[in-house]
Each structure stands twice: as structure tokens, then as C-alpha cells.
């Protein structure tokens, strides 16, 4: 029997191995948060062609991953690539494993920190396998409603404007997670940006509503707490029919000479004081 061998790596460290290593599909069962989020953003920061990666997890854990804008977006993203696919299942109580065709690598939490344990041994390779295998194929397939980061980018710049889309995607790359539990969402977000750069509300609630980020009723809801809160204000702007449209504008115009990162921190730290 071959013995196994502690891989003295981080969890992205051992996944860019890995993706090195092969390019037959990749099972991962049943990963931690932070490992889910890793892997994740390991493949998404890849540089070479991406093995396919196949992950098995407590359907609760996937809910908690996508209150996070970033990381589900990016996730999102590469199940349209067909380089990722999420499915869920009760009964992986057991140790968060990645099996491989002639490997087995147990992800060990100590101490904060994740060790990897790897083996090749025969036998226990293709029992884990045959296992694990049979748990995928009876595990049904995480349903996302959030957008591929890929489709918001693009999206914006083709409905609101390339300004727009560079600030908001300043934004993203500035930062590790957006939570929708946090101060500032994805849909505040969007909606300072927009205000940073005077776009009508109608547009911008439209844009979020088609492309899946959120309900024009949510857009609208949480544009009168900003304004509640004096960061953002409205001036109308007549149509040729029906209502006048809402323009939106920062209440500070000096926030707009702001980088739009540099202006979300400073707004954010203001709502959280």
C-alpha cells in the first residue's frame, strides 16, 4: 500500500497544482466555505486551460456562498464555460476530499489552516472514486439567479455606458466579497455608481432587472435608504410622454473626482460609523 503524503501548500496552491496536473475533470466533495470560495477564485485567476471541476456540496453551504455578489458571479461565469459544474446533497458528511483519476487528497482543517493529504494508492483511489462518483450522479444541480460577472461587465457598457461599466468594474476588483448582508450590496453599489455618473434610475433599475442583479422594486427601495441617508439625491428629467424621469446624483459632488473604489470605501465607512 503506498503511503500518503502531506502536501505542505495553501488550498489555492494545491488547486493550481493540480490544474497543472491534469485535464480530466476534477471532484471536489464536500468543500468548507473558504475552500468553495478558493477554488473558486483559484480558477477563475488560472491562466492556462482549466480542467473541468465538478463540486458536491451541503446545499446550505452554496446558499451562504451567494450572498457573496463576487465569488457566485465568477462561479456563475465558469458554469457557462462549462468548466465548472455545483450540485448538492445531504449525505457528504464526511472529510472534504478531491478525488482525482489516480489520486485522493483529504483537505484537513487545523489550526486555521488547511492541510492537504495525498494518496495514490489503487484500491482506495477507485473505492473513493466509485463512491463519490455515484453520489454525483445522484446529487441534483445548484439552481444560481445571480449573473455571470461576464454578462453584468458587458451589459452595462452596452445599456448604460463604458464609463459606467469601468467604474463599477473598479469597484469589483477592488474588493474580496460584496455581501447582500453588508452596508453596501451590489445594488447600492450599482446605484452609486450610476449616480456618480448621472444616469437616469429608470435605466440603471431596468438595466439590473433584465440582467438578474435585482427587481426594479428593489433598485427603487434601496435608492430611497441612500437617499435617506444623504448620500445620493434625484432631479427630475421630463419625457416627451408619461411621468418625468428620476436622474440620480451624489449629494457630495466632489465624490465625483473620486476613483469609484476610493469613493464606495469612503461611503461605506460613512453608513457604517
Known amino acids: ?50 480542467p473541468e471541476l465538478r463540486i458536491i456540496a451541503r446545499e446550505q453551504l452554496v446558499k451562504e456562498m451567494t450572498e457573496d455578489f ?6 456563475v461565469d465558469l458554469i457557462q464555460q462549462d468548466k465548472l459544474s455545483v450540485r448538492v446533497a445531504e449525505d457528504v458528511n464526511r472529510s472534504s476530499m478531491v478525488i482525482l483519476e489516480d489520486a485522493v487528497i483529504s483537505l484537513l482543517q487545523l489550526d486555521g489552516r488547511t492541510e492537504g493529504m495525498r494518496t495514490e494508492d489503487e484500491d482506495l483511489v477507485e473505492r473513493a472514486r466509485d463512491t463519490l462518483m455515484t453520489v454525483w450522479e445522484n446529487s441534483d444541480d445548484f439552481s444560481f439567479r445571480t449573473p455571470a ?49 448621472e444616469i437616469l434610475l429608470y435605466d440603471i433599475s431596468k438595466w439590473g432587472e433584465d440582467v438578474g442583479v435585482a427587481s426594479k422594486a428593489t433598485f427603487s427601495r434601496t435608492k430611497t435608504q441612500l437617499e435617506d441617508l444623504g448620500i445620493i439625491d434625484t432631479e427630475k428629467v421630463p419625457i416627451d410622454v408619461g411621468r418625468p424621469r428620476l436622474r440620480l446624483k451624489l449629494v457630495d459632488e466632489s465624490m465625483t473626482e473620486m476613483s469609484a473604489d476610493e469613493m464606495v470605501e469612503e461611503i461605506e465607512q460613512e453608513v457604517s460609523a
Open 149 to 197: 460577472l461576464s454578462e453584468v461587465e458587458e451589459t452595462l457598457e452596452e445599456e448604460i455606458g463604458s464609463e459606467t461599466k469601468e467604474d463599477f468594474m473598479t469597484v469589483i476588483e477592488s474588493r474580496d466579497e460584496i455581501q447582500s448582508s453588508s452596508s453596501l450590496d451590489e445594488v447600492s453599489i450599482s446605484l452609486l455608481i450610476a449616480a456618480k455618473n
Open 70 to 75: 463576487i465569488t457566485t458571479s465568477e462561479a
Open 1 to 50: 500500500m503506498s503511503q500518503a503524503s502531506v502536501l505542505d501548500q495553501n488550498v489555492d496552491e494545491i488547486f493550481e497544482e493540480l490544474f497543472d496536473e491534469t485535464s480530466e475533470p476534477i471532484l471536489i466533495v464536500n468543500p468548507s466555505d473558504s475552500q468553495l470560495k478558493t477554488t473558486i477564485t483559484t480558477a477563475v485567476e488560472y491562466g492556462d486551460e482549466l
